[in-house]
């Protein structure tokens, strides 16, 4: 009789060993990849949208975009679709540290974010950003002449993406020398 219930707990214990080990894997932060293409599309994609609006086309700033590209891998990584991180910090301040402002302090960003569970066209996330008026003003300020452009994927992400496969574009505006702004959407 003893031994049976040794056995029965040595089992009970495998299961849920087994059961904790499954659960920490789902967990496990999922491995992301850089999207290069896409990311050239969709600058395409903005500076034709401005300049067909006779507004000047952005340039790329280093700063942005690795910004941009850092808040994609944590979004996805982390499992969440927002603006501010878990930790609470925001798209200012995260930008700031890559873009800084210049000696007069004078500094202007904005930032459009875009999710998918399907490899999505740089068309689409355009459209999308004018269909939406606060990300439409962002998009086509005259204010910005920078841009910073990070598309990650990820095979599957949890939280917020439901544990599917997952697109996230962050494209961070910017100016430097022009009235100091906030502007996310």
């Known amino acids: 009789m003893a031994v049976r219930k040794v056995t029965r707990v040595v089992v009970a214990v495998m299961l849920l060993l087994a059961i904790g080990s499954a659960a920490q894997a789902a967990a496990a932060p999922t491995s992301t990849r850089r999207v290069v293409g896409l990311e050239r599309q969709l600058l395409n994609a903005i500076n034709e949208t401005r300049s067909a609006r006779g ?6 700033s280093p700063g942005l975009r690795a910004a941009a590209l850092g808040h ?13 991180s878990p930790d609470g910090l925001g798209f200012p301040e995260r930008l700031k540290r890559a873009y800084p402002p210049k000696p007069n302090g004078a500094w202007t960003v ?22 939406s008026p606060p990300h439409r003003g962002i998009l086509l ?18 939280g917020d993406f439901g544990n599917q496969p997952a697109w996230a574009i962050t494209a961070d505006f910017g100016a430097r020398g022009r009235t100091t702004a906030g502007k996310r959407n």
């Open 141 to 158: 300020s005259r204010q910005f002449e920078d841009v910073g452009i990070g598309v990650v994927r990820a095979p599957v992400a949890g």
């Open 55 to 60: 507004l000047r086309p952005l340039g790329v």
């Open 110 to 131: 904005g930032e459009n974010l875009y999710a998918s569970s399907v490899e999505p066209a740089a068309a689409a996330a355009v459209a999308a950003w004018l269909a």
């Open 72 to 84: 994609s891998r944590a979004m996805l990584a982390g499992g969440f679709f927002a603006h501010e």
